[in-house]
């Protein structure tokens, strides 16, 4: 036995006394060994064959104790228990097989993607390594996008989802493809917004199909093609790019290759679909009926993905996909609610019409009429007039192909012109006169198969709609109705249920004491108003649920709680612009109208020996149109100060009365006593001062809160403090009007400080939220224009040259913010404008460094301070926002001065100057500023829009009264609940459709007319 045998000495009972010499390892501990898999050349020289045995065996004893301790031996090596080509050789120099199976099978898979299985050569661009450190310009890209890894392994985990830490370079690929690297970034190192399909890789085999491959794929293209056998069809070319629109189909007798995926073609399974499941062969048209220049891609969008036919009556899903509304239906029945397309799990309900532009795209479509001897292109909206009219000239005896498609699914919604409005935006006359004829058709066969029962034929109809479109919940409703269970509901449960019937029930005028609370108004206006006490009432008593709750939860005694009582009212008024209808008689209006509302902001109680009250009823959302009830709506223009003075008079006049005395009302059962604070906020700073009789907003007295001039408070622009009244005006307005010193003009102006007017309203001096937002918006939109065209460099800039900013500055908010430029700002423009994003977009279009980074910090002082005038509590929602405050319009303040000197040299806005100087004082003296914004009110605004056209007679007489009407029970506490009761309890659903299993509900009542 020479020194090798000797060395590598096996026991004759060890169980690896039968295992070939060519796989015994040397090793005595296979643990040693068995995870060493990296691939490094061995560097060993191949002896030669005139050197001694001897010197061959020193030699490898060597090299193996050197390989084992520093420098790892290649993967042959490690498999074959530490031989290597040479010295696995024998005689005759034959290299292994196996040795020779690894090698090639290595270099296969050196030439695939590790994350999507194509070839390297196939991807343009570079290669990247699996396992190697990110290079700098993605490392910088990914970080741009909060990506923070360093290492590929990382990106790939969260990108793709796989774990590639423990890859093994006999099994798994060690590079990855551009395109995958492209999808990794797009997805900014954090996730993927393509569908990679990552192979499983498994280690080498006799099954291994990339080094037995059915077509030699990884050899390069350009040899000499083998002649085709003529006995088997030709096959056509499979494309391999598009992959991912093709279904992978796993065979049991082929098992799925790694890189090498067995696909079925799309077109195939649709096919199999449409035979199978769909059976819509005869009812949808064919994609063939196109002409052939339309784009692949475009076609691929206007077919069902289901049926892969031309789209018919088409619906959206969540994942984005189109589909028949039928095709899909039958797919999700047959083999449950998931996309054909991406495989995503959805719910049926969630199928969406696609978007109108679409569907126009769609309807425009020019088909190719299949008709012999026609060939002629007719869109797809009239392809079934089309196809009617070769019906009608060819013989009845011969079947067309053409006649047995259901041509009616791809009828046109609107066949052209002005478009069309849906049914429920229409007035009352314009759905009449659009539904005329079926009217006419259902009243027919009424008459003739049920007696004339009308009602219950479009009942019926109706009941049939809902099931079919899986709301078997309001069918269930309507059809206890239809039964006669529905007999016994009460009118307020009724009116919940259906907000759109308020107009025909008699509770209303219970609700509102209409006959006896409307006054007369100008003979040349039309006004509707209620009385302000009647009005109270009604919301206490519509309250008075919550208002006991509040005193159990409280702990107060409900007996002894009968006085104390106080009610905080939040008055709003805004006019409101074009507002013009085209019908009805009466006087010649303004398109203007304005709104009167109030909301119940708090109820507290003053318990007897208690020294704080306690508050039983705080309004949760004071900003909501839920909560913001009308009180008197009128056709006026604000600016028209008699005639708005003249309606709101007799409002002036009750609440005046009301502010001196206490109102009584029988709450739970026991006469309690009210008294109410109005505080009138929910103005914007034009209302304010036309109701406190002060000069228009560019007036040199500036605020409408102290007695500061333009100039002095762009001197001063932070220390002022509240000082004007409403009792301190009526005193001005009598200086005003008698001039008692005998002053000249100027001198009496500086006097009165402002005062023009008699003030008509008293308003809080306060700052309106939503308003002071619109007006600093402005403000900031003319510094973006100033900074873009560097107008500190400049003097008396032309017109043409502002409007040419403007428009750049519009076009830039355009294509990075989708911000559509407005001819007025609103409030929805003000909040997506006040933003860092938006002020980064803008800073692209400043020349200067210095000067983005001054507009910059100037924006975020801005968003320091908006929260504390926002926010409904500002002490509970943003402390530290109101604890900064001061030294942030401090900041601000100074920024103005100096660098931004070129606009506020002698000049400040009139919100700026509140923004700056007031809000420490109104937040602390108030606790909120945002709580008593407008923003209820100018939501009622889109509600008067929609009841007017929706909810009331199309009379200029009539029309605000059932506005207003609407409205109030659209505001109800007490018919919220029941709405809310009857959205997300079947159990409370099913106690008002059967009220006498609940006799403890019949007390229940809303007539409120014994006030």
Known sequence: MDTMETELYIPPDSPRASMPDELCHPYSNFSNWKFKLFRVRSLEKAPLPSEPPLEKEVELKVGEQGDSLNVPGSIMKLCLGGKNKENVEGAGRQVDLKLQEIDTHMDHLRSLCRLCGILLRKAKGPEHEVQGDLDESSRYALRKMGCKASRWPDVILKVFKVDVSGDMESIHPPMFCHRCWTVAMRGGGICSFSRTRV??????????????????????????RRKPLHSLPKRAKRDTSSGGNRVWRQTTDNPP????????????????????????????????????????????????????????????SPCQHLFCRTCIQKYSRVLGPQCPACGLLFNPCD???????????????????????????????????????????????????ILEQNVDGYLPVNKGGRPRQHLLSLTRRAQKHRLRELKNQVKAFADKEEGGDVKSVCLTLFLLALRAGNEHKQADELEAMMQGRGLGLHPAVCLAIRVNTFLSCRIIDGLSGWTASVDDVPADTIARRFRYDVALVSALKDLEEDIMEGLRERGLDDSTCTSGFTVVIKESCDGMGDVSEKHGGGPALPEKAVRFSFTVMSITIQAEGEEEAVTIFQEQKPNSELSCRPLCLMFVDESDHEMLTAILGPVV??????????LILSIGGLQRSFRFYFRSTGYDEKMVRDMEGLEASGSTYICTLCDSTRAEASQNMVLHSITRSHDENLERYEIWRSNPFSESAEELRDRVKGVSAKPFMETQP????????????????????????????????????????????DKQLRKKLKLKPVMRMNGNYARRL?????????????????????????????LQMKPVWRSTCPARDCPDQLCRYSFNSQRFAELLSTIFKYRYDGKITNYFHKTLAHVPEIVERDGSIGAWASEGNESGNKLFRRFRKMNARQSKTFELEDILKHHWLYTSKYLQKFMEAHRNSAKALQATINPEECPEDLDISLDITDF
């Open 199 to 224: 192979p499983i890789w498994k280690p080498h085999s006799s099954h291994c199909l990339h080094c037995y491959p059915k077509r030699h794929i990884l050899q390069r293209r350009g040899r000499k």
């Open 257 to 316: 290759a790694m890189g090498l995926r067995a696909w079925v073609k799309t077109a195939a399974q649709k096919s199999l679909w449409v035979k199978n499941i769909t059976h819509c062969q005869k009812d949808h048209l064919t994609s063939n009926l196109l002409p052939g220049d339309f784009p692949k891609d475009f076609v691929s969008a206007i077919v069902c993905q289901v049926c892969d036919h031309l789209l018919s009556d088409p619906v959206q």
């Open 351 to 401: 199928l969406n019409s696609p978007a109108k532009a679409f569907l126009s795209i769609l309807h425009s479509l020019p088909l190719l009429c299949p008709r012999e001897g026609c060939g002629e292109l007719v869109r797809l909206d009239s392809f079934a007039d089309h196809c009617l009219n070769h019906c009608f000239e060819t013989d009845g005896s011969k079947e067309q192909n």
């Open 653 to 662: 006049a009750e609440r005046k009365a009301m502010k001196e005395s206490r």
């Open 766 to 809: 306060t700052l309106d939220a939503l308003h002071c937002d619109i007006g600093n918006a402005t403000e900031f939109y003319k510094i973006f224009q100033d900074e873009i065209a560097e107008v500190y460099l400049k003097n008396n800039p032309t017109r043409e040259e502002r409007r040419r900013w403007r428009s750049a500055l």
């Open 834 to 862: 006040m933003t860092r994003e938006a002020v980064e977009e803008v800073c692209e279009l400043v020349p200067s460094e210095e000067r983005r980074e001054a507009l910059k910090e100037l924006m975020e002082l801005y």
